[in-house]
C-alpha cells in the first residue's frame, strides 16, 4: 500500500490585526494509493484551508508553522515555490465547488487546458501545442464531453454547469497526477447531476488509480464514495477510519450527532439530532477539547486538557471518553438516551383524505410565460421574440394542514410556480385559487388582504433581510405594512421564542447573525401575521447538516402547532422524505408526478421521478453495492425550447416513438392518490412493484 | 451580428435627429439675435433682415431641421454664411488635427496608465504601490485646462523646450509632432490617472476570483496568470470606459485647442458660438456627436472580441 499523501501533525495559523487565530491543529492523517479519502465537517471547520495547505496556496496571512505534509515521501514544505509550482497540477490537481466561476470566462476551453500541460513542459519535454491539444481532447472525451474536438475551441459559457464540472475535471486529470483534491465538487450541482460527477470521479479513479481528497459536507456523498473517512471540527481531526466503522459505529460524539442529524426515510417520524449551540469562530475556541461546549458527555476534564488521540480498532478518535482513565458515561450512549428521538405527534392519515372544501391552494392549468424583451427597434427589424415557458400548464391542490413539495432540477418552473400561487408573478392564463377564492385576476390592492394569510420564506436568509434594519424592526414590518396594531416588545419576544432565538438578538443587525439564525429571523417575520400558507423556497440551502436539522424541526413544529399549510420548494431530497406529506415533481414547467412522499420514493410511476429518487445520495456506505442507481443522461433542456411530445423522452429510458409525438397527460395510476404523466406508467409501476417485493 | 449593427444604425440617425432639433431650437431660445450679432450695430434693419432669411431664422425650427436633413442627404453640411463657402470645407481642413490629438492622447493614458495599474495591482500594499496612487490621484484631480497652461508656462516660456502655440509648419512632419506633445500631455493627464486606479482595482479583483486560483492550482507560471489570464479580464470594464472617454476627450480638446491656439474642431465651433454663426455651430456638435457615437460602437465591439459572454444580437441566439 503506496502512501500518497501523509498529512503530519500539520499546523496552520492566520495572522490578523487582532491576533493569530489556529485555523488547523495537529492535523493527521494519510490518503493510500487509490484511495478515496472524505473529509467532512461543516462550514468554518478549516477543510478548505487543508486543501489550499496542500496545495501551498494559502492566502498571504496564512501560515503553516508546524508539521509536514509528506507527498510520496519529500516533504512538500522543503520545496522552492518553482518546484512546488511544477508539482501543482502535475503531481497534485485540484476541482473546485463553482464551476461556473472556476474556468476562465474570456479564454477557450483549448487555450485554458493546454496551457495548463504546457505549464509543465520542462517535464514532459518537446510536447507541442497540437500535441497537448490532441491530450486535452482524449481527456475531454474520456469525462463525457460529446464530440469534444469541435466543442474544445468553445468558451465556457457556452457549456452547462454539468459540463464545466466535467471539463474542470478532465484539466484536473489530463496530466494524471497521483492525488486529486475535489473541494466540495458537486455542491453547486443538481442532484442528478451529483450523481453524475461522483460517478464519473469514482470511474477515473478505478481507471487511473488516482488518489482523492474529497472536500465535503454531505454524508451522503461520503457513504457513495469514499474509502476513508476524516471528520474535521474546528481544526482537529477528530475523527479517521475505514468508512463501514465510521458510520456504522461512530465513535466521536461529535460523529454521532453529525450522522443523526441528516435527515433520511429512516428518521421519518422522528425529530432530527440537532447539536446546541454552533461552530466555534477561530477568534474564542474553547480551551481543551474544541467539542466540549456542545457536548452532553462532556466532564470538567473536557473544558481543561486537550485530547489526545486514541486508537480503538485502527480508527482514531480525538475525545476523552476513550481515555482509559475516563469517568463519565461512556461516549456509545451519547444521544442514545438523550431524549431527543421524542417522536412528533403521529401524523393522522386522513390529512391526506379530506374533502375538496379543504383545499387551501388550487391551480388550474396554470401557465406563466416569460418573453424576451426585444424593444421597439427589435421589433421594427423583425426580430424573434423567445418564449420561456417557466410554468406550463400546471394543475395542483394542495390541502389544508399538509406539506407538498415541490421538486425538480433548476429550470424545472417550481420557483416560478411557487411565486405566481402569491401571485408574485402575474400568470399567463389559467387560474389560481387559494380557499376557494380565485386571485388571478384580483386587484393589487385586494392581494394585499389576502397577502396577510400566505406568506414566503425566501431562499437567501441573509440578503432576503433589509441590512439597515434591526431584528425587531424586521420582525415588527409586516405589522406596519398591513397597518395591524401591536405592542411592539411583546410581539417581538413572542416571535422569536416561537423560533427559538433568545430576546438578546432583537437589537442586531443581519450581517451579525449566523446563517441558521437568519433563516429563523425569515421565519418569524413569514410567522409574523400568523399566516396559513407558507411557501418556503430551499428552506435549508446553504446550511449546515446540523442547523438545517434545527430549522426542519422547527417547520414540523410550527406546522403541528398552528395547522399551517406549507409548499416546500426544494432539490434536497433527503429533506423532502422527512417533511413532505406529498411530493410534486415538476420537470421544464410541467408537473410529471404526484402522490403521496413514501409511495413516491419506494413507488415511483414516472421514469424522471424514479431517476431523481435514485440519484439521491443515502448517508449509508452499506447501501451503495447494494442499491441500482439510475443515471440520468445529460441536462434538463432549455425551457426556450422544449423537446416535442413528452418533454422528458430525449433522456429517458423507456422511450418509444409514441412518445417523441404525444404528450403525455397526467392520469392517476389504479384509481389512487398518485398521478403521473408517462405514456407507461402501467408498466413503470408493475417493475418497481417486482423490485420491491 | 448584422442585426446588431442594423439596430446601432438606426439608434445612431435617431440620435443625429435629436442633435440636429437640439441645435436647431437653440437658436430660438438663446436670447439675442444671431443676424446682428453677425453685422455688428450699424447694420440697417433691411441688411438684417435679408442675412435672418439667409440663416432660414425667419422659418420655424423644424424648417431648418429639414433642410439640415436634406442637405446631409445630399452629403453637405450647408454654406456658411460670413463666407460664402460650403461649412464641409472648413470642418475637413481641422477635423483630422482634432482627431489626432484625441488619439495621441488616448494613446498616452492607454500606455501610461495601464502598466500603472497593473504595476500597483500586482504589488499592493507596497511603496511603490502608495506612490502611484498618490500621482493618479493628483492626476485625476487636474482638470486639462489647468494641465495645459502649466506645461505651457513651464516647457514653452520658461525653458523654451518645445513650442507653445499652433501647428507648426506646414509639411514638417518634426516640427507637427513637436507642436503636438504639450497639447497632447495635458489632455492626457486626468485619463492616465484614471486609468491607472479603474485598472488597478479591476486587476486585483479579479486575482481573488476563482479562476485565477484554478489557474495557480493547474501550476501556471504567475506571469501567464498575471498578464494573459486575469489581464484580459481586467481590461473588460476599461475598454467601456475609454469608449466613452474619447468622446469626452474631445469635449476636453476645445479647451486644449484654444489654450494652444491650436486649430481644432474645438476652436472652430468656439470661435463660430463668439460670433453666433449657428450653421457652423451645429454642423461641428454634429460632426463631434458622430464620432462620439461612432467610438462607442467600437467600444462595444472591442468588448464582444475580448469578452465571449457578451453577445450582441442576444434575439438571435
Redesign the interface.
Known sequence: MESILKVENLEIKYHTRQATLSAVHKANFEIIKGQIVGLVGESGCGKSTIASAIMRLLPPNGEITQGKLLFKGTDLLGLSEDEMRHRRGQDISMIFQDPMTSLNPVFNIEEQMVDAILAHRSRNQSKSRSEAREQAISMLNRVGIPDAASHIRNFPHQFSGGMRQRIMIATALQTNPSLLIADEPTSALDVTLEAQITDLIRKLRDDLQTSILYITHDLGIVAELCDQVVVFYAGNVVENGEIHQVFNSPLHPYTRALLLSHPSNKNKTVRLTTIKGRVPSLKDLPVGCKFAPRCDLAESICFEQEPVQTNVNSHFVLCHAYAQNWQGKAAETYLNSSNNYQPTKEKTPQRLLVSESEQTVQTKDLKVHFKDSIGFLGKLIGEKQGLVRAVDGVDVEVFHGESLALVGESGSGKTTLGRTILRLEKPTSGDVLINGQEITHTSQKDIRHLRVGMQMIFQDPISSLSPRKTVSQLLLEPFKIHKIRVDSDKKVDELLEMVGLSSEQADKYPHQLSGGQARRVGIARALALKPSLMIADEPTAGLDVSVAAGILNLMKDLQDEFGLTYILITHNLNIINFIADRVAVMYLGKLVEIGETETLFSHPRHPYTEALMSAVAIPDPSLRDKRKRIMLEGEIPSPRNPPSGCPFHPRCRYKEELCTRVPPKLESFQNSTQWAACHFQDQIGRESELLNH | ML?YV??RF??TILVLLLVITFLSLLVHIVPGDPASAILGPRATPALIQKVRSAMDLDKPFYYQVGNMVLNLLHGSLGTDIITGQPISRFVFSVLPHTLILAITSLSLAVLIGIPMGVFSATHPDSWMDHLMAIISISFTTIPSYVAGLFLLLIFAVQLHTLPAMGLGKAGDTIDYIRHLILPSIALAITWIGYLARLVRTSLLEVLN?????????????EG?IRY??AL??AL?PTIAVLGVGLGSLMGGAVFIEIIFSRPGMGLLIYNAIQIRNYPMVRSGVLIVSFLFILTNFIADLIYTF????IQLN????
Do not use: A, C, H, W
Open positions: 442585426v442594423v439596430k438606426f439608434m476570483e476563482p479562476y485565477v486560483r484554478t489557474s495557480r492550482s493547474e501550476g501556471l507560471s501567464l494573459k489570464y484580459k479580464n473588460i475580448l469578452d465571449p459572454r442576444k434575439g438571435q441566439s
